[in-house]
C-alpha cells in the first residue's frame, strides 16, 4: 500500500478513530481541531477548581470500545479503568417518587413485577428478543461500510423484517401497561435522536444495552476514553494539532487538494472529516458540495440542548450517579420537539460524578436543530 499524506478535520471519537486506524495502515494522519483541547462534543471543561464533561456522560456498549482496542492489541484497562454503576441509574416521576433501575437484568426484572404484576416474565421475554436484535446490530450490520442500504439486507434481518414496520413505542405499549415502565423502555432510544414512535422495533436492541450489558463510567470520567484514543493516535505516529480553524477545504480537479487552517493553505493527498457533514459541505464552494442548503432544510437533525454546567463543593444526598427527571408529559413535548419544533421545558438530566462534587444539568429545554 502507498502512504498517503491524510489530513482528518476534528478531533472527536470518530475522528480519533479513524486516524489510528489510517495510521496502522502505514498513512502519514494529521489531526486538527479548532478548540484548545481534544475530544469535540466530548470535550472536559474544567472551571473554578470543577472539572465536567461537557458531553456523553452514559457508557453502553463496552463490548464496542473493547473490539475497537482489540484492534490494536490492545484493551481499554490499558488506558482506563472502568466502573459499573451500582444502581445503574434512577428515575423520579415527582417527589419521593422513583424507581431504581439495578445494575443486573434479574433485579431489574424483580422491579418490573413489583410495579406491574405479570410484567416480569414479559420484561425477560421482551429482553431476549432485544438481545437478539443486539448481536445482528452491534456484532454485524454496525461494522459494514454504510455504503449501501443493501448492507441491511442479510439471513438474520429478514427473520425480523417485521420489527421494521413497527416502532418502540407501539411494541412497548402492547406489552406493558404501566406509565412509568413504559418510559423507562422508551428512554434508551432517545439516544438516537428521534421519538420511539418513529423508531424501528428492531432498536430494542438499546434496551439490551441498557439492562443487558447495564451502565458503566471510566473512574476519571467520559474523557478518560478520549485520552486513551489520543494516546493510542500518538503511539501509532499521529500528529494532533489543536488551536487549528479550518476555513475551507481545498479542491483541485474535483478532487480535494488540502485545507486552510488558521489562513495557511496546507495539502493533502485525502481529506477526511469527522465534522457533521452539513458543516463539512460549507467548507467546500457551493460547486463541490453534494447537497444544496435547501437539500438540508429539508432534513430533520436530532435534537440540540442547552446546557448548564452546576459544580458543587460538598457531597450532594440522595442522588445516584445518573438521575433521569420524567416529572413531565414526555408525549406532548416530544411533539414539540420533533413535530412541530419549539422551545419547551421538558424532562431533566442529573448527573453526579467524581473528583470535588459535580453535577451536569440538563436543562429541562431542548429544540430542533443542532447548533
Given at each position: 500500500?502507498?502512504s498517503?499524506?491524510?489530513?482528518?478535520?476534528?478531533?472527536?471519537?470518530?475522528?480519533?478513530?479513524?486516524s489510528?486506524?489510517?495510521?496502522?495502515?502505514?498513512?502519514?494522519?494529521?489531526v486538527y481541531?479548532?478548540?484548545?483541547?481534544?475530544?469535540?462534543?466530548?470535550?472536559?471543561?474544567?472551571k473554578?477548581?470543577?472539572t465536567f464533561?461537557?458531553?456523553?456522560?452514559?457508557?453502553w456498549?463496552?463490548?464496542?470500545?473493547?473490539?475497537?482496542?482489540?484492534?490494536?492489541?490492545?484493551?481499554p484497562?490499558d488506558?482506563?479503568?472502568?466502573?459499573k454503576?451500582?444502581p445503574?441509574?434512577?428515575v423520579y416521576?415527582?417527589?419521593?417518587e422513583?424507581?431504581?433501575?439495578?445494575?443486573?437484568l434479574?433485579?431489574?426484572?424483580?422491579?418490573?413485577?413489583?410495579?406491574e404484576?405479570?410484567?416480569g416474565a414479559?420484561?425477560?421475554?421482551?429482553?431476549a428478543?432485544?438481545?437478539?436484535?443486539?448481536?445482528?446490530?452491534?456484532?454485524?450490520l454496525?461494522?459494514?461500510?454504510?455504503?449501501s442500504?443493501?448492507?441491511?439486507?442479510?439471513?438474520?434481518?429478514?427473520?425480523?423484517?417485521g420489527?421494521?414496520f413497527?416502532?418502540?413505542?407501539?411494541?412497548v405499549?402492547?406489552?406493558?401497561?404501566?406509565?412509568?415502565?413504559?418510559?423507562?423502555?422508551?428512554?434508551?432510544v432517545?439516544?438516537?435522536?428521534?421519538k420511539?414512535?418513529?423508531?424501528?422495533?428492531?432498536?430494542?436492541?438499546?434496551?439490551?444495552a441498557?439492562?443487558?450489558?447495564?451502565?458503566?463510567?471510566?473512574?476519571?470520567?467520559?474523557?478518560?476514553v478520549?485520552?486513551?484514543?489520543?494516546?493510542?493516535?500518538?503511539?501509532?505516529?499521529?500528529?494532533?494539532?489543536?488551536?487549528?480553524?479550518?476555513?475551507?477545504?481545498?479542491?483541485?480537479?474535483?478532487?480535494?487538494?488540502?485545507?486552510?487552517?488558521n489562513?495557511?493553505?496546507?495539502?493533502?493527498?485525502?481529506?477526511?472529516?469527522?465534522?457533521d457533514?452539513?458543516?463539512?459541505?460549507?467548507?467546500?464552494?457551493?460547486?463541490?458540495?453534494?447537497?444544496?442548503e435547501?437539500?438540508?432544510?429539508s432534513?430533520?437533525?436530532?435534537?440540540?440542548?442547552l446546557?448548564?454546567?452546576v459544580?458543587?463543593?460538598k457531597?450532594i444526598?440522595n442522588?445516584?450517579?445518573?438521575?433521569?427527571?420524567?416529572?413531565?408529559d414526555?408525549?406532548?413535548?416530544?411533539?414539540?420537539?420533533?413535530?412541530?419544533?419549539?422551545?419547551?421545558?421538558i424532562?431533566c438530566?442529573?448527573?453526579?460524578?467524581?473528583?470535588?462534587?459535580?453535577?451536569?444539568?440538563l436543562?429541562?429545554?431542548k429544540?430542533?436543530?443542532?447548533?
Amino acid at each position: 500500500m502507498i502512504s498517503k499524506d491524510i489530513k482528518i478535520i476534528g478531533s472527536g471519537f470518530s475522528a480519533l478513530a479513524a486516524s489510528c486506524y489510517l495510521a496502522k495502515q502505514g498513512h502519514q494522519v494529521t489531526v486538527y481541531e479548532k478548540n484548545p483541547t481534544i475530544g469535540g462534543r466530548a470535550r472536559q471543561l474544567k472551571k473554578d477548581g470543577f472539572t465536567f464533561d461537557i458531553g456523553p456522560t452514559w457508557y453502553w456498549m463496552p463490548d464496542v470500545f473493547e473490539r475497537f482496542f482489540a484492534d490494536f492489541n490492545k484493551k481499554p484497562s490499558d488506558y482506563y479503568q472502568l466502573q459499573k454503576l451500582s444502581p445503574a441509574y434512577q428515575v423520579y416521576f415527582g417527589i419521593n417518587e422513583f424507581v431504581t433501575i439495578a445494575d443486573n437484568l434479574d433485579e431489574i426484572i424483580q422491579t418490573f413485577e413489583s410495579i406491574e404484576k405479570g410484567s416480569g416474565a414479559i420484561l425477560a421475554d421482551f429482553m431476549a428478543e432485544a438481545k437478539s436484535n443486539y448481536d445482528i446490530a452491534i456484532k454485524d450490520l454496525v461494522y459494514n461500510p454504510g455504503v449501501s442500504p443493501l448492507e441491511l439486507v442479510t439471513l438474520e434481518t429478514a427473520k425480523k423484517v417485521g420489527q421494521f414496520f413497527s416502532n418502540i413505542s407501539k411494541d412497548v405499549r402492547k406489552r406493558f401497561k404501566n406509565k412509568k415502565l413504559i418510559q423507562i423502555l422508551e428512554f434508551p432510544v432517545l439516544f438516537l435522536g428521534a421519538k420511539p414512535s418513529d423508531t424501528p422495533s428492531f432498536y430494542s436492541f438499546m434496551n439490551y444495552a441498557d439492562f443487558g450489558l447495564g451502565t458503566w463510567h471510566p473512574k476519571n470520567g467520559m474523557y478518560s476514553v478520549v485520552l486513551a484514543m489520543e494516546k493510542l493516535a500518538l503511539e501509532l505516529g499521529v500528529k494532533i494539532h489543536t488551536n487549528s480553524n479550518i476555513s475551507k477545504i481545498l479542491v483541485s480537479q474535483k478532487k480535494a487538494s488540502g485545507l486552510i487552517v488558521n489562513g495557511e493553505n496546507i495539502s493533502a493527498d485525502i481529506i477526511l472529516s469527522g465534522a457533521d457533514y452539513h458543516h463539512t459541505e460549507t467548507l467546500l464552494d457551493l460547486e463541490d458540495r453534494a447537497y444544496s442548503e435547501k437539500y438540508w432544510e429539508s432534513k430533520t437533525f436530532a435534537p440540540s440542548s442547552l446546557l448548564f454546567y452546576v459544580g458543587f463543593d460538598k457531597k450532594i444526598k440522595n442522588v445516584e450517579h445518573h438521575s433521569l427527571f420524567f416529572d413531565v408529559d414526555f408525549d406532548v413535548h416530544a411533539s414539540d420537539i420533533y413535530d412541530d419544533p419549539k422551545w419547551r421545558k421538558i424532562h431533566c438530566f442529573t448527573l453526579v460524578f467524581h473528583q470535588k462534587q459535580m453535577v451536569m444539568l440538563l436543562l429541562k429545554e431542548k429544540k430542533l436543530r443542532s447548533f
